[in-house]
């Protein structure tokens, strides 16, 4: 019991938190949808459903993307993310199918919902459940890309550095800004259809929701695709990377260093030059200091290096130099 206990503790918090919040929406907006016959409620709740699951899958990933490497797969599981990230995008593209079908049949056979005052307030609800997730898929997007922002800094932060960010963590970052969206647009409908007896609108307020969920489900799955093929790491922590490399005692430059990208960790290989002189000891001894030094990065899962005597060229393009603080 323990172990399983533990193997869940390894699970990234936002998708978590968010398949938890998205399941209790599910069985309150779909209780409202069932009562009222709304078609935009019903489009928010196929999007909770969505949610829900495809959340509940990437935290199942996220906790089995950190077991240790076995002999089987020396290389670890970190891709496995993506691969549930990839069964999510699926199951978001199939309840965008049925949300959109849903809005169309109400398009074109409008009618009036029931239980107005209802469907108000489940998706006022909605949209605080949705919200306080999504600022807490902020603050995890911006303690995982190294970020200090702090108070009203912390929103642009995470838009900025959301690619910086785990793919679980990116994924809920994604869907929550669309489900918050989604919620506040069905809520709006609910009124304006209900004001103008316009209830075709509750109709276009379903479809406007499916094509949301169709668009993220694009930009996750292109995100999680060329993750799953294996990426060089982002700009910003190749820099980070570099800069701590350069910082070591006797380091001269680099002469070829590749990071790739696996689920939410970094593999490191590459060639670095060191002062000239030095014997084998001494070199081997800098090596493991160099490692150790970069190992201690969160981001980092395994380090592979050697070690070269300067050529007194200059590999490390200008470009590529650390930057002082």
Not at 9 to 14: A, L
Not at 67 to 83: S, Y
Not at 163 to 171: E, F, G, K, V
């Amino acid at each position: 019991m323990s172990s399983i206990i533990d193997f869940f503790k390894r699970g990234n918090t936002s998708s978590g938190v968010a398949a938890l919040g998205n399941t209790g929406l599910t069985i309150a907006k779909g209780i409202g949808a069932f009562i009222s016959g709304s078609g935009s409620m019903f489009a928010t709740t196929m999007h909770s459903a969505a949610d829900a699951t495809n959340q509940g899958f990437v935290f199942f990933g996220s906790a089995l993307a950190e077991k240790e490497p076995t002999e089987q797969f020396p290389a670890g599981f970190g891709r496995v993310i993506n691969l549930f990230v990839l069964v999510a995008v699926v199951i978001v593209s199939i309840m965008a199918y049925e949300t959109i079908i849903k809005g169309w049949g109400i398009i074109q056979n409008p009618k009036a919902p029931t239980n107005f005052w209802l469907n108000v307030i489940i998706l006022s609800i909605a949209v605080a459940v949705d919200g306080f997730v999504l600022v807490k898929a902020m603050k995890e997007v911006v303690k995982e890309s190294h970020s200090s922002a702090t108070g009203w800094q912390i929103a642009p932060e995470a838009f900025k550095n959301a690619q910086y960010s785990a793919p679980p963590t990116r994924l809920v970052f994604y869907e929550d800004i669309v489900a918050t969206f989604g919620a506040f647009l069905a809520l709006v409908f609910v009124i304006l259809s209900d004001l103008t007896g316009a209830y075709v609108l509750d109709g276009v307020g379903s479809v406007l929701i499916g094509l949301l969920l169709i668009g993220i489900a694009l930009k996750i799955g292109y995100d999680n695709t060329i993750g799953l093929i294996g990426v060089a790491a982002p700009k910003k922590a190749d820099e980070r990377i570099t800069n701590l490399i350069m910082e070591q005692e006797y380091v001269e430059d680099i002469k070829r260093m590749r990071i790739l990208r696996e689920g939410k960790d970094y593999h490191v290989e590459g060639y670095v030059e060191l002062t000239k002189g030095l014997s084998l000891d001494k070199a081997d001894d800098i090596k493991r200091q160099i490692r150790e030094a970069v190992l201690e990065d969160p981001d980092v899962d395994d380090v592979t290096l050697g070690v070269v005597e300067t050529d007194e060229k200059q590999d490390l393009k200008p470009n590529d130099k650390p930057q002082s603080e």
